[in-house]
């Protein structure tokens, strides 16, 4: 398996509260993102990078941002969680951009 | 406004035999494709990718299949085991510039003992 961890694994907040998710990868490849997963969407890119500080957006970016200070180091933030924001998060890292390889999750629930 | 269609929500299949799951695209642009199994709990697991300049890509039991002109592609596995049983994405991503991928909704595959 592709060195990835994602932390925190479960949590519950409320909504309203800023809520921030850490992706840590330790095979030092250029590209790092973020998706959600929803029953009946599948999986869909929230925010990815290129490269130490920099970022784009993907297709649900709205209420989400993103910072890549370190290689190593993908944080995404929710600056004020709402109940729609309730899913599972996946952060993936990728070499060269062509395939893909995922963290095991973040179940985050917004009460 | 879905780019990449899996119209299958489940399949079942018997253990040996072969597991066809299909995916359908919208999207002319898109030119490389990947397919991903998912168990419970887990994260995706990369399985295999195709180029838009092939039309078969093969790794062990897992074929992927690309109709550009259909605009499909499927993933066979053969011989399907318990294993298997998972749920199944495809993915699609134009290669100008960088690889920003759809993923479609995923199949549910149960292989039967």
């Known amino acids: 398996d592709a060195g990835i961890t994602q932390s925190p694994r479960h949590k519950v907040t409320e909504t309203g509260t800023p809520v921030t998710l850490r992706c840590h990868q330790t095979e030092n490849h250029r590209y790092m993102y973020w998706y959600r997963q929803d029953p009946g969407h599948g999986l869909r890119l929230i925010h990815y990078s290129y490269g130490v500080k920099d970022t784009d957006k993907g297709e649900v970016s709205d209420g989400y941002s993103v910072s890549r200070s370190k290689t190593e180091d993908f944080l995404l933030t929710l600056e004020s969680a709402t109940s729609s924001q309730t899913s599972v998060y996946f952060c993936a890292i990728s070499k060269l951009g062509e395939e893909q390889y995922f963290g095991p999750g973040t179940r985050l629930t917004v009460t | 406004d879905q780019q990449v269609k899996q119209n299958s929500p489940s399949l079942s299949v018997q253990e040996g035999r072969i597991s066809i799951l299909n995916c359908d695209y919208t999207n002319s642009m898109f030119d490389y494709f990947l397919w991903y199994k998912k168990y419970p709990a887990e994260g995706p697991t990369f399985l295999i990718s195709?180029?838009?300049?092939?039309d078969k890509n093969e790794d062990g039991r897992f074929t992927v299949f690309l109709n550009k002109s259909a605009k499909h592609l499927s993933l066979h596995i053969v011989p399907s085991q318990p294993g298997d049983s998972a749920v199944y994405f495809c993915a699609a991503s134009p290669t100008s510039g960088t690889y920003k991928y759809i993923f479609g909704t995923g199949t549910r595959l149960k292989v039967l003992a």
């Open positions: 195709i180029s838009s300049i092939k």
